[in-house]
């Protein structure tokens, strides 16, 4: 998992999600202290998904193809 500082971009490998597709913010990398409630983020599906409460954007990397039971 890569963090982009600027606009707040993770890009992930697609060994970074979990088996359904999906990554979960908060991110272990962010601060406690600015912390929201837990959130599914289904990334495979459109290869990026956005945080609801931070806006912080998850995407797959250019090249990565997420598949499923991988």
Known sequence: M???EQGRVVELLASDLNAQG????PNPAM???SGHPRV????AETGSA???Y?????Q???GE???AGH
């Open 2 to 4: 890569q963090v982009k």
């Open 22 to 25: 999906g990554v979960f913010c």
């Open 31 to 33: 601060a406690l202290w």
């Open 40 to 43: 599914y983020l289904n990334v």
């Open 50 to 52: 956005r945080c609801p």
């Open 54 to 58: 931070c806006g912080t954007v998850y």
């Open 60 to 62: 797959l990397k250019d």
């Open 65 to 67: 193809h997420f598949h």
